[in-house]
């Protein structure tokens, strides 16, 4: 209610001042109105999205499916083109090759040339910058060398200065979108309606109190401008800024209608006439725009532009969007789902593949053999796990990759026909996901857990609140992959929108037993193959044509195969490429770097991996246990952010299962 309000110590707070400074960073920092609309309409389609810089550059879709704009300028739109729509001299002859209809006139050198040009062509005529936008130094139905000097400075401030012949009628404005028109508005100078009792000064004041006006583009209206050029047209009317208008007499303060110098504007869409949008749509094509607002002066849309002498007066890059969809009178257009629907057709949402990989061991070789599944089918796949990013096979960066900030560049890599991301818990309780949602989420095991004690996350259940993110942001047309054998993992599923795929190595497990029963997805293995059930439908893959399990010794290694597989199956591969993608995958240092990696040296076999869990390292003994050995040595480093309860329970899982251990300090990435 008050102004100013008095806080403790005298401090007094300006509200007025705060408002005021609140406003002015909206309009720096929020999405303009011809971003936002597009930006809207592509939000409804499903179309993810992504602001590149604090201004309008925006990127829709993923990957080798991304568009960008620039407010209403799309990514391909021609730097030619528009260069051409911003030279008013080139563009109007180009135009008049194609037989759109254009107002005579040429660019000046000075006021006398520019005074000369409008004898040869008649009064009035129109002054405005051969490259310049939003009607800025425009003045129009300049009758006088007076009023045409005034004109000129006010031109000639933006650049080389043009004089046409003045089209009579209304300003139209018409939105090509493509190879349609999709709006059109009428729009009127700023005025004021006197009232036999306020000067010219006070009615505009009145005006702009309007709370639909603004100084920027915040609002549906602008401020109409007080200054030298109003003043002038004013003059030329026979008004002072303190004149009285008489009460119904229309009081006009600029020629040019533009929305940015305070007119308004009436859509008159449903009345443009066939052969008017037919000129626009040629002028637009002509230029090469294919988002283009085209400025008609002509008396009525209704007819065809040459039977009333009207004509295009200049074709814009970029246009403004603000007078479709809000216009002052009449009804607004969705001119955003116009462009969004012309950067992707109908069915299109710009998505590629995404597979999320969480979990507690398992995650780094399923995301990588998951990622060679894909790549089998002949997409590019991109991939990040805690070894790094790798676009089509190639590593474009190093280090612990499994957060939201390497997803998102994987996204925006334009040679990215899929993606597969190890989701680590850091990057999730940081900064949440790189995507808003994924086609398959996989959540291989949580068992005892991991890194618990940090983040205030000390038990399994509070682990795995945090690891069903990925599964809640599973698109209503995708899967969920989730092991049956881990019961915390299996209770995951209601919270999937779309369908779960349970594993397990147990083909008789209950959990699958009754998802089979309901025609849904199953991987398991049966006898020595690798099986993948859906209702009466089923799908065999022996174990010994997968290199990775060791004919299916190494136990967690085939816990990871039915997740990949499962993963593959989700996104729509065909099984001749899941065959082929797993007898190609080879469980070595260059594939699966410190995932079970086995070398022979001098007759002994040497495997090296980086479990670094209780569960992890029971995994590792089992499949070492499962290898012919004489004797069995072991070299133990431990990473330094787990409880010392945590290292002591490895350290005692390897101690009864090797002959000779030797504990090796490292200088540990992890503390």
Known sequence: RGREFLMKDNYSFDIDKALADLRELDEDVRLGPSTGSIVEAAAARGIPWRRLTKGSLVQFGWGSKQRRIWAAEVDSTSAVAESIAQDKDLCKRLLASAGVPVPIGRPVTDLEDAWQVACEIGVPVVL??????????????????????????????????????????????????????????????????????????????????????????????????????????LDLQGFKPDSVPEKGCRVILRNNANLSTGGTATDVTDDVHPEVAARVIAAAQTVGLDICGVDVMCESVHRPLEDQNGGVVEVNAAPGLRMHLSPSFGK?????????????????????????????????????????????????????????????????????????????????????????????????????????????????????????????????????VLKRV?????????????????????????????????????????????????????????????????????????????????????????????????AAWAVGLDWDTIRNGLASFANDADNAPGRFNVMDYRGATVIADYGHNPDAMRALVSAVEAMPAKRRSVVISGAGDRRDEDIREQTAILGEAFDDIILFQDACQRG
């Not at 309606?193 to 583009?217: A, Q």
């Not at 999320?356 to 002949?378: F, P």
């Not at 209601?494 to 089979?516: D, M, N, W, Y």
Request: charged share 20%; proline share 4%.
């Open 128 to 233: 405005k910058p051969q490259d310049g936008n939003q009607g800025k130094g425009v003045t129009v139905n300049v009758v006088d060398k007076d009023h045409m000097a005034i004109a000129f400075k006010a031109a000639a401030e933006i650049g080389t200065v043009m004089v046409e012949k003045y089209l009579p009628g209304a300003d139209f404005r018409l939105l090509v979108v493509g190879d349609k028109l999709v709006a059109a508005a009428r729009r009127d100078p700023p005025h004021v309606i006197g009232d036999g009792v306020h000067t010219v000064r006070e009615l505009v004041d009145k005006v702009n109190s309007d709370p639909r006006r603004g100084d920027g583009h915040a609002t549906s209206l602008t401020k109409i401008r007080f200054d030298d050029i109003a003043i002038a047209r």
């Open 332 to 464: 607004g257009r969705n001119v955003g789902e116009a462009v969004a629907s012309h950067l992707y057709k109908s069915g299109d949402n710009g998505r590629i593949p995404v597979v999320a990989v969480t979990g507690t061991n398992g995650k780094t070789t399923t995301a990588r053999l998951t990622a060679h599944l894909i790549a089998t089918s002949g997409l590019r796949v991109g991939m990040t796990n805690t070894d790094g990013v790798y676009v089509n096979g190639r590593q474009i960066d190093s280090g612990d990759c499994s957060g939201p900030k390497s997803a998102r560049n994987v996204l925006m890599h334009p040679d990215v026909d899929a993606a597969v991301f190890e989701t680590a818990r850091g990057g999730v309780l940081r900064e949440g996901l790189g995507f808003d949602r994924c086609q398959v989420a996989v959540v291989t095991n949580l068992g005892a857990g991991d890194h618990l004690g940090l983040n205030y996350i000390t038990t399994v259940e509070e682990l795995a």
């Open 470 to 566: 990925i599964v809640m942001n599973v698109a209503e047309t995708g899967y969920a992959v989730l092991n049956a054998a881990d019961p915390i993992v299996a209770a995951m599923a209601p919270k999937c929108s779309g369908q779960v795929i349970f594993f397990a190595r147990e083909v008789q497990h209950p959990l699958l037993t009754a998802h089979r029963a309901q025609g849904k997805r199953t991987v398991s293995v049966d006898g020595d193959a690798i099986v993948a059930v859906e209702g009466s439908w089923r799908e065999s893959i022996p174990l010994r044509d997968v290199p990775i399990t060791r004919n299916g010794t190494i136990g967690f290694q085939v816990e990871n195969v039915m997740a990949s597989v499962a």
